[in-house]
């Protein structure tokens, strides 16, 4: 299994930048598609980016398309969210997710391990 950290939140202002970090540790790390989610209060936890294995391929929500990019670093076993253009509905929690399957997926169910999540919160 894997274990994941998230960090990087924190308090920013809208129209900052931020970049959220996921290290990983336990089974090899490239073995894993992950993803980014989030939950703001009082709300389902929502996806928000996946990445392949390789790192090759990507997935967006609709809500954040062209302002986050995920990326990975197999090398360093760290997953990253780097998010510009922030506007106070970014606000929430931020989870790193892995799962064991291949193939790019965005619903919660299939991610297997979670990390504990780091919180952004975006000032008008």
């Known amino acids: 299994q894997v274990q994941l950290v998230e960090s990087g939140g924190g308090l920013v202002q809208a129209g900052d930048s931020l970049r959220l970090s996921c290290a990983a540790s336990?089974?090899?790390?490239?073995?894993?598609?992950m993803a980014w989610f989030r939950q703001a209060p009082g709300k389902e936890r929502e996806f928000v980016a996946c990445?392949?294995?390789?790192?090759?391929?990507?997935y967006y929500a609709d809500s954040v398309k062209g302002r986050f990019t995920i990326s990975r670093d197999n090398a360093k076993n760290t997953l990253y969210l780097q998010k510009n253009s922030l506007n106070p509905e970014d606000t929430a929690v931020y989870y790193c997710?892995?799962?064991?399957?291949?193939?790019?997926?965005?619903?919660?169910?299939?991610?297997?391990?979670w990390g504990q999540g780091t919180q952004v919160t975006v000032s008008s």
């Open positions: 336990g089974r090899t790390f490239s073995s894993y598609t």
């Open positions: 997710a892995a799962k064991n399957t291949a193939g790019l997926g965005k619903v919660r169910s299939e991610y297997d391990y």
């Open positions: 990445i392949s294995r390789s790192g090759s391929s990507t």
